[in-house]
């Protein structure tokens, strides 16, 4: 029995396409997914603005609510909690230079709107957290902008965000690239610098993606310890990633066990979960998936990452001791390896 709760996000589960195709599975309707979700033993949804409110352009903030809160009675039918909200900067054609730092001040406003109206879904949804996943907040041309001016704007615009709710608090999922060319926030150091620049340090936390981490050059096990060392993992976004290409998303553990096995340790260690953190997932399905295998990633992903946690538990703290005190480094890292493999 897990003594975590996990969760997931509806674009998790998804109809293949890529930059380099079409769709090749059918969409699964929303409702359906949340469903499957539930069966799945997931205990949240994590969500983006647009998830809850498709075309959001269109509507009232009010009218942008009353949409909210028909997810929410949707999600309590099937006992499921919403984890966060996310404002997709990256899709809309104001967000092409990006959002809290394009070079036009009306997209700028605009990514502003989004971020508000994202904080108001996730009051109606009954979550306090937004995640900024930074798609395009950097440059695609590097002279383009100011990189003090960028990160000045991040700031301001996190900011406003704390000033408009006075609880919520506000995630950045770090990535050092893709889409764009060179990120302004790439690693959970720059996080934690972001973080204490704001009007309110204890509100401005972390979300460390695993393949995020890999892309970055650095161990998501070290970067998950950094921030729960300051206090500011709010949530993880664990998958695997095959060293530094395009982001995969692939399920978790496939490409690198040992480095999946220390994420779960470090996270098992340091009593994450306690105050309400949920394990997320956030996990693509290979292209060559079938339709009726559309749930399979998060299955194995789940499955691994519970078989690490009996690892964990399973882990010779004793026999840890004794190769430290030694420097026997060799014999401890072969006792992992063992471990792992099933000899011990
Ligand atoms: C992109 C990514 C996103 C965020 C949510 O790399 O990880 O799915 O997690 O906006
Ligand atoms: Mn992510």
């Known amino acids: 029995m897990s003594k975590f709760r996990f969760s997931v996000g509806p674009w998790n589960v998804h109809s293949g396409a890529d930059s380099y195709g079409p769709a090749v599975r059918a969409e699964i309707p929303a409702v359906e997914k949340y469903k499957k979700f539930a069966e799945l033993g997931f205990s949240a949804v994590q969500f983006h603005d647009d998830d809850v409110v498709p075309d959001i352009n269109n509507y009232s903030t009010d009218e942008i609510k009353a949409k909210a809160r028909e997810v929410k009675s949707q999600l309590d039918q099937f006992g499921l909690k919403a984890e966060f909200v996310a404002p997709r900067l990256w899709m809309d054609e104001h967000t092409i230079d990006g959002g809290f730092m394009s070079t036009s001040q009306e997209d700028r406003e605009y990514a502003m709107w989004r ?71 790439g690693t959970m150091g720059h996080v934690m610098a972001i973080s204490a620049a704001t009007i309110d340090p204890s509100r401005v936390g972390g979300n460390l993606e695993s393949a995020h981490a890999v892309l970055a050059g650095l161990d998501p096990a070290h970067e998950i310890g950094f921030a729960l060392a300051m206090g500011k993992l709010m949530t993880v976004h664990l998958n695997d990633q095959n060293s ?39 996990v693509k399905a290979m292209r060559t998936t079938k339709d009726q295998d559309s749930y399979k990633h998060l299955e194995n992903s789940l499955r691994i990452f519970k078989a690490l946690e009996d690892k964990v538990d399973r882990f010779d703290y004793e026999f840890q001791k004794k190769c430290v005190e030694s420097r026997d480094f060799e014999g401890l890292e072969m006792y992992v390896m063992d471990l792992l493999m099933g000899i011990v």
């Open 115 to 185: 971020a508000y109206r994202s904080i108001d879904i996730a009051r109606e949804l009954g979550c306090d957290l937004i995640v900024l996943w930074l798609a395009r907040e950097g440059t695609v041309c590097a002279e383009s902008k100011s990189p003090v001016w960028a990160t000045k704007m991040l700031i301001e615009s996190i900011n406003k965000m704390l000033e408009y709710d006075k609880s919520i608090r506000i995630c950045i999922e770090p990535k050092p690239n893709e889409p764009i060319d060179r990120s302004i926030c």
């Open 244 to 282: 530094i290409r395009y982001d995969q998303d692939k399920s978790f553990g496939v490409e690198n066990l040992r480095a999946a096995f220390n994420q779960v340790k470090v996270l098992k260690e340091n009593g994450y979960g306690d105050h309400g953190e949920y394990v997320g997932l956030d």
